[in-house]
C-alpha cells in the first residue's frame, strides 16, 4: 500500500469538524466503524485492508461531508494506480460487525472456500435424499368410503286450505290456540298450519272445499247443520286422518 496522501485525510477531518460532527456520530450516520474513520482522515489507509475498501469508505464519508466524492477518489487514484482485483464490498466492514470479527485477506478467502464447499456437500446431500426417496414404493392411494348424506327429519304437520264456496262463518285452533274466527266470503281462500293438531269449525258444512296435507276432501258435511272436524299430524309424515271432535261453538 502506498504511502501518506497529503491532502486528502486532512480535507476529510476539516470538513467534519466543520459539520460540527464528532467521529462517533460520523460513524454512526455513515455505518462505518469509528476506527476506519479515523484511518481515513490520518490517511493510514493500510489499515483498511484493501484498495476497494478505501475507495468504498472514501466516496461515502466525501458524500456524508458534503465533498465531492469523485475528485476525492480521482485524487486518491492517481496517487496509488488503479484497483486492485474486486474484494468483498466495503459493507461487510461497516460498523454492523462485531468489532472482534475484522476480517482478514487470507482467511476472509478461505471463509468464501469453506462456505461454498459447504454448499456443495448440502446440494448432494439433498439429491441423494432425493434419489432415495423417489427408488421407494409409493403406497397405494386408500379410499375411503364417504359419508352418506344425512337426510334431515321430517317434522309431521297438518296443514289445512279452505276455500269458501259461499258465505259461512268460520272457526281454526291450531294447537290448541284459536287463530281464526271470522266469515269467509264465497271466493275467500285460507290456510293454516298446525305442528299436532287443526280443528276447523263451519257455521255449516257443504259450502267450503277442505284441502289436508295436499288431499282434496272436497266439500264435506251438511249445509243444514254446522261442520266440526279435527285434523291430526301423523307420526310417520303421512296424510292426515281426521279425528272426531266435539261440535265447538260457532260465531
Given at each position: 500500500m502506498p504511502g501518506p496522501i497529503i491532502g486528502i485525510g486532512p480535507a476529510l477531518k476539516k470538513a467534519r469538524v466543520h459539520r460540527g460532527k464528532s467521529v462517533e456520530e460520523a460513524a454512526r450516520d455513515t455505518k462505518i466503524r469509528a476506527e476506519y474513520l479515523t484511518a481515513l482522515e490520518r490517511e493510514s489507509f493500510e489499515a483498511l485492508l484493501g484498495d476497494v475498501y478505501v475507495r468504498g469508505f472514501l466516496r461515502s464519508?466525501?458524500?456524508?461531508?458534503?465533498?465531492?466524492?469523485?475528485?476525492?477518489?480521482?485524487?486518491?487514484?492517481?496517487?496509488?494506480?488503479?484497483?486492485?482485483?474486486s474484494l468483498p464490498p466495503p459493507e461487510a466492514m461497516r460498523s454492523e460487525q462485531p468489532s472482534h470479527a475484522r476480517p482478514l485477506q487470507g482467511t476472509h478467502r478461505s471463509s468464501w472456500i469453506l462456505a461454498g464447499a459447504v454448499a456443495a456437500t448440502l446440494l448432494i446431500l439433498a439429491g441423494a435424499a432425493g434419489?432415495?426417496?423417489?427408488?421407494?414404493?409409493?403406497?397405494?392411494?386408500?379410499?375411503?368410503?364417504?359419508?352418506?348424506?344425512?337426510?334431515?327429519?321430517?317434522?309431521?304437520?297438518?296443514?289445512?286450505?279452505?276455500?269458501?264456496?259461499?258465505?259461512?262463518s268460520a272457526t281454526v285452533v291450531t294447537d290448541g290456540v284459536e287463530e281464526y274466527r271470522d266469515v269467509l266470503v264465497p271466493g275467500e281462500a285460507?290456510?293454516?298450519?298446525?305442528?299436532?293438531?287443526?280443528?276447523?269449525?263451519?257455521?255449516?258444512?257443504?259450502?267450503?272445499?277442505?284441502?289436508?296435507?295436499?288431499?282434496?276432501?272436497?266439500?264435506?258435511?251438511?249445509?243444514?247443520?254446522?261442520?266440526?272436524?279435527?285434523?291430526?299430524?301423523?307420526?310417520?309424515?303421512?296424510?292426515?286422518?281426521?279425528?272426531?271432535s266435539p261440535t265447538a261453538p260457532v260465531a
Open positions: 464519508y466525501s458524500q456524508y461531508l458534503g465533498l465531492d466524492a469523485d475528485k476525492v477518489v480521482t485524487a486518491y487514484t492517481k496517487s496509488v494506480g488503479e484497483p486492485e482485483p434419489l432415495l426417496s423417489r427408488r421407494e414404493s409409493t403406497p397405494a392411494p386408500v379410499n375411503l368410503p364417504e359419508p352418506a348424506p344425512s337426510a334431515a327429519p321430517l317434522t309431521p304437520k297438518v296443514t289445512i286450505a279452505l276455500l269458501a264456496q259461499r258465505e259461512v285460507r290456510s293454516f298450519t298446525a305442528n299436532e293438531e287443526l280443528s276447523v269449525v263451519l257455521g255449516r258444512g257443504g259450502v267450503v272445499d277442505i284441502t289436508v296435507n295436499g288431499k282434496d276432501l272436497g266439500t264435506p258435511g251438511n249445509q243444514d247443520e254446522p261442520y266440526t272436524r279435527t285434523f291430526t299430524a301423523p307420526s310417520d309424515a303421512q296424510s292426515p286422518s281426521p279425528a272426531p
